[in-house]
């Protein structure tokens, strides 16, 4: 049975935390405009026919049919996704991940954080984004130099709590110039 208001109100939610995840991180108005293409038909039907409340719908709708047109939709659209960071490169002439522009790496790792959040709801611990990063480290495509930025903010959230964290990236941010 779809679940469209349980489904709003769980995109919402966690489309507003990011946003502030991403002002404590010094990308504010990139936040703004953070997952606005999950309320696009494609995706948000979807999301409403797929709702788990404890998980992406986008996998019940993998579960069901072998693949997700909702996350392919969704992929493509958002910059903050490593998958949408694969081109073709110009001597193997395959598809390869390349590097993310570090912005896109501070919404990505604000994104798994408000995520973790959400669907551990009163459960969260600052351990859960890396760990939920490390099951799924060895089935990823993902350049190294982005998966280990990534790796290392998440590690330094589980051991060094969020304050620290966010103020550390806030200053990489300034000092690598990102924007």
């Known amino acids: 049975m779809p679940h469209p208001i349980r489904h709003f109100i769980t995109i919402t939610r966690h489309r507003h935390r990011v946003i502030a995840h991403c002002f404590r991180a010094g990308i504010g108005w990139q936040g703004l405009f953070h997952d606005l293409s999950k309320y ?14 404890t998980r992406s719908p986008n996998e019940g709708e993998r579960e069901k049919n072998g693949y997700s047109l909702a996350w392919m939709h969704h992929k ?6 490593f998958e ?21 790496v501070i919404e990505m790792f604000c994104d798994r954080v408000a995520a973790s959040k959400i669907y551990q ?59």
């Open 40 to 53: 696009t038909p494609t995706e948000f039907f979807a999301g409403a026919k797929y709702y788990l409340g």
């Open 76 to 81: 493509g659209r958002n910059r903050h996704h």
């Open 84 to 104: 949408y960071w694969v081109d073709i490169n110009p001597v193997s002439k395959r598809y390869e991940p390349v590097k993310m522009p570090l912005r896109f």
């Open 121 to 179: 709801g009163k459960n969260y611990k600052d351990t859960h984004p890396i760990e939920y990063f490390m099951r799924g480290k060895d089935r990823r495509s993902i350049h190294p130099a982005t998966s280990d930025l990534l790796e290392e903010w998440l590690r330094m959230l589980s051991e060094k709590g969020e304050k620290e964290t966010f103020r550390y990236i806030k200053s990489y941010k300034k000092a690598h110039k990102a924007y």
